[in-house]
């Protein structure tokens, strides 16, 4: 063949590797030598201390209580405590055993330094916050409840340096629909299935939160389940916590949760996935990594294992992650669009990122199924992450998921 007829088809060969490395970005799938990969020691969060209470003036046995005027130094058992329509209340330096606190329609409620402990009533929360607006919550510990919170409703809630623990039957805090929530500087650990789990099934538009400096420690499932959250026109913002040995995802938002306006930032996520067959029990509980709890009923199961899971959802910035170890993908998009991946540091993970397609089986789930509509394929906008070093592939791509990059 003459050298003037090999000109035309080495032509035609550049300018089709250029498109399509221009529209996969497939540069980014090779690691580059010249770019370090720096991951920064894990910071150091401030968190509560456990602490044990012993003074007190008065304790109450098997009462039901309506509460309008402070209250310190008490000790219940087996009691009920409502506040109900009362402001300016404070609750501090209290023990609860086996109570259940009702804060329904108040303002201006402070509750801090108490000890909330083994209430367990299937499905009802130890305490039930409710059209509540300015509430502080700091410094208590929500320990071996079945629900630790439920959150309905309200506005301008602080939850701050408390510990959350083994709170296992549904959750550490669930609900939080509210309309600026802070969450910082709380520690969550062995709670079950979830430490947070948040939704806005309503789709109310004032919703939003701001979730930073927590420690997620080994929570049995997700750490923080974004669940049916969706319309919101504020942005919910996700950032500098550390979130790791979760046994399925550290941060997951599934359910139909479309325009989650969700911005994540500056985590160190990592180490999630380490509940595995080797070490269950003979009866499939944890030896190890999670301690069980008398109440629990199941065998933890394996789940996803991912840093991140984003599944049924739309509108998610994640940015100036680090995201490693995980025993599961880094990122994981199933049926994910208008998601953005910038300036992440993404490795040792089995896949770095995933895009793929919706499940059959999310169209017949017992709790918000997916719409035939809303059915389809993961789209993905990548800039200036370093993905590499990922044991199977730094990117997976299923065939009709999209992965754009500038």
């Not at 509540?132 to 919170?149: A, P, R, T, Y």
């Not at 389940?225 to 790791?244: A, C, L, P, Q």
Request: glycine content about 6%; hydrophobic content about 35%; proline content about 4%.
């Amino acid at each position: 063949m003459k050298i003037r007829n090999i000109v035309p088809l080495i032509l035609v060969f550049l300018v089709a590797t250029t498109i399509f490395f221009s529209r996969y970005n497939i540069s980014q799938w090779f690691k580059d030598d010249s770019t370090p990969i720096n991951i920064p020691l894990v910071p150091k969060i401030e968190t509560l201390k456990p602490f044990t209470l012993t003074a007190f003036s008065e304790t109450h046995r098997y009462e039901e209580i309506t509460v309008n005027e402070s209250i310190c130094s008490e000790r219940f058992e087996h009691c009920i405590l409502r506040v109900y329509r009362f402001d300016d209340i404070s609750i501090a330096d209290c023990e609860f055993v086996n109570s259940r606190i009702h804060i329904v329609e108040c303002s201006n409620i402070t509750f801090k330094t108490n000890i909330v402990r083994d209430y367990y009533i299937a499905e009802d929360p130890a305490l039930l916050v409710s059209e509540v607006s300015d509430l502080h919550f700091s410094g208590n510990m929500i320990m071996n409840n079945s629900v630790g919170i439920v959150v309905s409703g309200g506005r301008d809630l602080v939850f701050s340096y408390n510990l959350f623990e083994a709170n296992d039957q549904h959750n550490a805090i669930m609900g939080l629909n509210t309309q600026n929530c802070t969450i910082h500087n709380n520690l969550f650990r062995y709670n079950f299935p979830h430490a947070l789990m948040i939704m806005n099934r309503e789709e109310n538009p004032e919703v939003y939160l701001d979730i930073y400096s927590n420690i997620f420690d080994r929570n049995i499932e997700d750490a923080i389940n974004f669940e049916d959250y969706r319309g919101s026109t504020h942005e919910t913002y996700v950032h500098d916590n550390i979130i790791n040995g979760t046994g399925q995802a550290g941060l997951n938002i599934e359910y139909n949760s479309w325009g989650a306006n969700i911005v994540v930032e500056g985590n160190h996520i990592y180490g999630n996935g380490l509940l595995a067959l080797s070490i269950l029990d003979q009866d499939g509980k944890p030896t190890s990594i999670f301690p069980s709890h008398k109440h629990q009923p199941e065998p933890y199961s394996e789940g996803w294992k991912h840093g991140i899971k984003l599944e049924d959802c739309s509108n998610v910035t994640i940015k100036s992650n680090y995201i490693y170890d995980n025993k599961g993908n880094g990122v994981d998009l199933v049926n994910a669009r208008e998601i953005t991946l910038e300036n992440n540091t993404i490795t040792s993970n089995i896949n770095g990122i995933s895009l793929r397609k919706y499940y059959a089986s999310s169209f017949i789930r017992t709790y918000s199924p997916l719409l035939p509509n809303d059915a389809g394929y993961s789209e993905l906008y990548s800039t200036v992450n370093i993905v590499v070093d990922n044991i199977e592939n730094d990117y997976y791509v299923e065939e009709g998921s999209t992965l754009r990059a500038p």
